[in-house]
């Protein structure tokens, strides 16, 4: 059983920065592929990073790209989401989640996968921001 415990959310002004923490525990393979998604009340979840958590090799959506990064800790049970230049459309709950290596095999490649492959995931922290 994996296990997924976000922190760090908060709230910010337009351009600021904010960093999410999720703390992870459970055997690694079943969590290999970790990431972000958000939500927003009426509207679909969405990916917003992921990373392999045995390579390290992540992936982004395109709303985000050049302003959020992924990371983890070197024992590879921290996940981090570093989020700059933040804008009041990144307004919503973001959730940790997980799942083996083969959630994020997209055509082939690792690609951020829709929310429906994720298997584990946590209680969600708000982020909210200002313009």
């Known amino acids: 059983q994996v296990q997924l415990v976000e922190s760090g959310g908060g709230s910010a002004q337009a351009g600021g920065s904010l960093t999410l923490s999720c703390a992870a525990s459970?055997?690694?393979?079943?969590?290999?592929?970790t990431g972000w998604f958000r939500q927003v009340p009426g509207k679909e979840r969405e990916g917003v990073a992921i990373i392999r958590t045995s390579g390290g090799v992540t992936s982004y959506a395109d709303s985000v790209k050049g302003r959020f990064t992924i990371s983890q800790d070197s024992y590879m049970n921290t996940q981090y989401l570093q989020m700059n230049m933040l804008k009041p459309e990144d307004t919503a709950m973001y959730y940790c989640?997980?799942?083996?290596?083969?959630?994020?095999?997209?055509?082939?490649?690792?690609?951020?996968?829709?929310?429906?492959?994720?298997?584990?995931w946590g209680q969600g922290t708000q982020v909210t921001v200002s313009s």
């Open positions: 459970g055997a690694r393979s079943n969590r290999d592929c």
């Open positions: 989640a997980a799942a083996p290596y083969s959630a994020c095999r997209v055509d082939g490649n690792f690609a951020l996968p829709p929310p429906g492959r994720m298997v584990y």
